[in-house]
């Protein structure tokens, strides 16, 4: 009997012991699969310490000084497009630059996989009547040739397919333009606002002007169309009765991409040039495509800079343009030597933002005009993100360039390394974008520390696959305090104003903010009209 | 007394709770398995829903002819049902690919665990009907059944799957069930004097056996996983590109690079011959030719086969692949051991890179490319691709290029010959019929007009004869398209959205 006895409890001791044993190994490898993730961070931002030497009246005994024909300062695109057109007229220059590297908003980086954009990162292709444009993108090898004057366009710079796709109800659709799932009066009431749309695109004022262009003083000033920036978009949808909430999501997404700010605000005028004010053709794409790079705009700005960069003074913070005589002196801080210094010239090309001139000392008539006013700005999150290529997703269309999702917080995110060409991707750079509210003011965001962008980014991206943060290794998040200037109701005719005012001045404003919008394009064109000027 | 036997039907009652919560979670993995592996899950889930209420029917009919011993038997009908019910799922997912009639064996599982479940409700109602007046027993026992049931239906989405998965799911209810029994024998040991100390033996093995399955159900998953192909496996491997299979049935080789047929053995060299031969018989003479893909070497079997080539240079991107085909002793013997000839150079890199940035001038190209089914492969078809081909090919130089079937896929065949021809190029497309393929294409192209190619019939050849070759020029009705196509370009990747439209009929 005991020896039975013995049997039993024997037999529970090993259940119990085997029990125990198994159980500890379940969990512990539970617990290694769902270890702490470690991603690598970085976290960037305009030098704004430098910036706000502004803010106080700099007084400092000159060290240097310099004599040529103009000043530019800033050399972000309409800068550096200003300084490649007096460059070709080999007019002498100088470009005076805040930031340690050239390009404002086109600037890039690079990480193990490769370079990605900090901002600006595709150009729609070009209209044929943007003549200069298309010489500059025929010089630097964009354009490979012309059939029946059309150009053709380098393949390896379109966007390769599949351009883009949207997260909408549960599942990913081809395009950005909302249609899975919707009801067929949704459907209809898109094609009917992108028919209008449509209708506008080559549509002329009775100055013989399209009335929608690029860049935007080129655009008509007749009433019958300048009247749309007396109203923002979101009240002009209501007025012709389009309510869908997937139209109203829709150009919400896309005024916010591109002009940083959303329907309920923007001027329907500006909103309307989305649609109607690019005219693209070329020989080997379709009227919508774009030109995008892994460093995006990045790619156009080196090519401008190339030419320009022995003339680039960096880390130089502007504080003080005065009209002496018939010459002007320009005087900043060079950060690298903590010395001021002078340039005598006979002009300046203002290509900085308008908050930047808020706080110059100055005598110029025109530029204390253009201090007075006030423009309002957006602050954005650009995120890069390497991930191993084995991001989870939801079903339907594949991972695509430029990946959106429905009534995100977020303007979605692009595959940087899409153009890269090659069989097999191990990493992937997603470069994910966000506006803030306004209620997010620049203090606080400047305030906050890596970890407070990381969750951001961790926490909407999930969103998108749920295995994010899994296979994510690095996230290099940069904050852009004042991004984009905000063409809201009214802007527009105040700019458009000054803009015929300044016509053969030895002082120009060139910076896409007074065009309202911040796109390659207008800057482009704004650094090409201002060197014109003055040659 | 009286207070143990309150304590009896307490535990009774519970149990009809618990037994029911399983019973309906048993239902719902067969059918979540079963849609999983078979697919048509509206089917499936109506199947087996029907077929288990009907065999739960069948277990209460049986019930009554259990005439004693009936807390023994439902001890007995727990384990059973925790066996059944708990290792099904595992049984189910390792003998998928074992077995030639699944379904017999899926229905028979549903079946059994049907009638055991229908078994335990009539045993407990006996158990308990002297406990209870006939009208509150009926009424609670079928209370606890299906506020048990709905407890399932709800648990097993929302938390068991997301959270255990498939096979822990049922491996836990087969536990829970073997816990029942337990208890149950341990309440009414007085009743089962001389069978308990058996019935505890069984239940705690089958326990543990429950248990260790359910620690161990992530590697048996994994090894369900492994059991792709029905053929004999001689090499599995994933290389950093794709996961590389070869089957061997018989004397008859097979390769698959992610689950596509990439060659048979027995019918390979009329696919190898057509592609190589007309490109040597074109055009200028040369003594060194390329191969782009190819890195089973039957490519450069063909070339070796010609005194006059002294050189061959193949560029493939798959280190594993060459690698495999150059030291496996079964696959380089299919080869004739070509990778290791010393007039062969290899070269591991991403062919599209290597063409735009280090590719000398070549006179012979041939390229051997998985078809264009994905977008990366699609851009080794691109008219972006081929200029840059036409800027590395010599003027009297010719290429070839495998471009699918001319019959399953016309629009893609000849979508990529326009743009050939768009890149500037002479096309001359060709076809062959290979067996375990079917209709085949090729495109043999040059930057001037092609003549006729002359195939040097002295050299071994079991297919191509200049004869046939000029048969294969013929393209049947079948085999064209009247629509007009688009030039396969980087930015609108149209070859791969014809692929995939014409291939998806076919495709299972």
Redesign the interface.
């Known amino acids: 009997m005991p020896n039975?006895m013995n049997r039993?409890s024997f037999?529970?001791l090993l259940?119990a012991g085997?029990?125990a044993i198994?159980?500890g190994?379940?969990f512990t490898?539970l617990k290694n699969q769902k270890s702490e993730f470690t991603i690598a961070l970085k976290h960037s931002f305009p030098n704004y310490k430098l910036g706000h030497k502004l803010w106080k009246t700099l007084i400092l005994p000159n060290n240097e000084t310099f004599k040529t024909k103009t000043v530019i300062i800033g050399a972000g695109i309409s800068g550096l497009s200003a300084a490649y057109f007096l460059e070709k007229q080999h007019s002498e220059y100088i470009i005076l630059e805040l930031e340690k590297n050239a390009g404002g908003n086109a600037r890039f980086e690079q990480n193990a996989v490769g370079k990605y954009p900090l901002g600006a990162h595709y150009l729609p292709i070009p209209g044929l009547h943007q003549q200069e444009l298309i010489d500059f993108l025929s010089e630097i090898e964009v354009i490979t040739g012309f059939k029946n004057n059309v150009p053709i366009y380098n393949?390896?710079y379109?966007?390769?397919?599949?351009?883009d796709r949207l997260l909408i109800n549960g599942r990913w659709q081809d395009g950005l333009i909302p249609h899975f799932g919707l009801d067929k009066n949704e459907i209809a009431e898109i094609e009917a606002f992108l028919q209008f749309a449509k209708k506008l695109q080559f549509q002329k004022g009775n100055d013989g002007k399209y009335a929608f262009d690029l860049p935007m003083q080129n655009s008509s000033s007749d009433e019958a169309f300048l009247k749309y920036d007396a109203i923002a978009l979101h009240a002009f949808l209501l007025e012709n009765n389009w309510k869908s909430n997937a139209l109203h999501w829709y150009l919400d997404y896309c005024c916010k991409d591109d002009f940083g700010i959303g329907i309920d605000e923007i001027s329907a005028w500006v909103a309307l040039h989305y649609f109607a004010g690019r005219k693209g053709k070329a020989a080997?794409?379709?009227s919508s495509?774009v030109l995008t790079w892994q460093n995006g705009n990045g790619f156009l700005m080196e090519k401008l800079l190339e030419k320009v960069k022995r003339n680039l003074k960096s880390q130089s913070l502007v504080y003080a343009v005065n009209k002496v005589n018939n010459q002007f002196v320009v005087k900043y801080f060079d950060d690298t030597t903590q010395q001021c210094n002078s340039i005598i010239c006979e002009s300046v090309i203002f290509a900085c933002p308008q908050f930047v001139l808020k706080h110059l000392q100055t005598n110029v008539h025109e530029l204390i005009a253009r201090q007075k006013l006030d423009i309002d700005y957006t602050s954005w999150l650009v995120a890069t993100c390497k991930v191993k290529n084995e991001l989870l997703s939801t079903g339907g269309y594949?991972l695509a360039w430029d990946n959106v999702k429905f009534g995100a917080p977020n303007l979605g995110y692009v595959v940087s390394n899409h153009q890269e060409?090659?069989?097999?991707?191990?990493f992937l750079n997603l470069t994910f974008y966000k506006v803030f509210d306004e209620k997010v003011t620049r203090k606080f965001l400047l305030k906050q520390n890596t970890a407070y962008f990381k969750d951001i980014v961790v926490n909407e991206m999930k969103a998108y696959h749920t295995n994010f943060e899994e296979v994510c290794t690095d996230i290099h998040t940069h904050i852009w305090a004042h991004a984009i200037s905000k063409p809201k109701v009214n802007t527009i005719k105040t700019l458009r104003d000054l803009q015929s005012e300044n016509s053969n001045s030895k002082i120009q404003f060139a910076h896409s903010d007074w065009g309202g919008m911040s796109v390659f394009e207008e800057a482009f064109y704004q650094g090409l009209y201002a060197a014109r000027k003055l040659i | 007394m009286d207070k143990l036997n309150i304590k009896k039907e307490h535990l009774l009652m519970f149990s009809v709770f618990v037994i029911s919560t399983c019973g309906l979670i048993y239902e719902l993995v067969a059918g979540t398995v079963a849609s999983y592996l078979l697919g048509d899950s509206v089917f499936q889930f109506s199947t087996i829903i029907g077929v288990y209420l009907f065999s739960m029917g069948l277990g209460s009919y049986f019930s009554k002819f259990i005439k004693s011993n009936i807390i023994q038997m439902f001890v007995k009908v727990e384990l059973l049902i925790g066996f059944v019910g708990g290792f099904g799922s595992v049984l189910l997912f390792l003998l998928f690919e074992k077995l030639t009639h699944f379904e017999l064996y899926l229905y028979a599982n549903v079946s059994i665990t049907g009638i055991l479940v229908g078994l335990e409700i009539p045993l407990l109602m006996r158990l308990l009907k002297d406990k209870f007046t006939f009208d509150d027993l009926v009424s609670e026992i079928f209370t606890f059944d299906y506020i048990g049931a709905l407890l399932a239906s709800l648990l097993f989405p929302l938390v068991f799957v997301p959270y255990l998965g498939i096979l822990r799911t049922s491996l836990f209810f087969g536990f829970i069930n073997v816990v029942i029994a337990f208890w149950v024998i341990k309440s009414f040991k007085s009743e089962l004097v001389r069978e308990s100390k058996e019935l505890f033996i069984q239940t705690y093995i089958l326990g543990l056996a429950l248990l260790l399955t359910f620690v161990f159900a992530t590697n048996i998953q994994k090894f369900a996983d492994q059991l792709i192909h029905g053929e004999n496996i001689v090499v599995a491997k994933s290389s950093p590109y794709q996961r590389i299979v070869v089957s061997k049935d018989k004397s008859l080789y097979k390769l698959y690079l992610n689950g596509n047929l990439q060659f048979s053995s027995d019918d390979e060299y009329r696919y190898h011959e057509a592609l190589v031969h007309p490109c040597i018989g074109a055009g200028n003479v040369s003594d060194s030719v390329f191969i782009l893909g190819g890195g089973d070497g039957f490519a450069v079997r063909e070339l070796l086969k010609y005194d006059n080539i002294k050189q061959v240079t193949l560029v493939d991107l798959d280190k594993e692949v060459t690698k495999l085909f150059k030291e496996n002793p079964l696959l380089s013997r299919l080869n004739h051991h070509a990778l290791r000839s010393p007039k062969l150079t290899i070269i591991n890199t991403d062919a599209y890179k290597w063409v735009g940035d280090k590719a000398p001038k070549i006179s012979k190209l041939i390229i051997d490319f998985p078809d264009p089914s994905t977008y990366a492969v699609g851009k080794l078809y691109s008219l972006s691709f081929y200029q840059k081909l036409y800027k590395t090919l010599t003027p009297g130089g010719t290429m070839v290029i495998q471009c699918t079937s001319p019959f399953f896929a016309p629009k893609s065949y000849w979508c990529i010959n326009k743009t050939l021809q768009e890149a500037g190029f002479f096309t001359m497309p060709y076809h062959t019929y290979v067996p375990s393929f079917g209709e085949w294409g090729f495109i043999l192209a040059s930057k001037s007009p092609i003549a006729m190619p002359v195939i040097n019939e002295k050299i071994p050849l079991k297919y191509l004869s200049n004869k046939h070759f000029k048969a294969m020029l013929d393209f049947s009705k079948d085999m064209t398209t009247a629509d007009s196509l688009e030039v396969n370009r980087l930015n609108n990747q149209s070859l791969v959205h014809y692929f995939e439209k014409e291939w998806s009929r076919y495709a299972q």
């Open positions: 039975k039993t037999l529970k259940a085997t029990s198994s159980l190994y379940f490898s393949e390896e379109l966007c390769q397919a599949p351009e080997n794409a379709e495509e594949g060409i090659a069989l097999e991707k191990p």
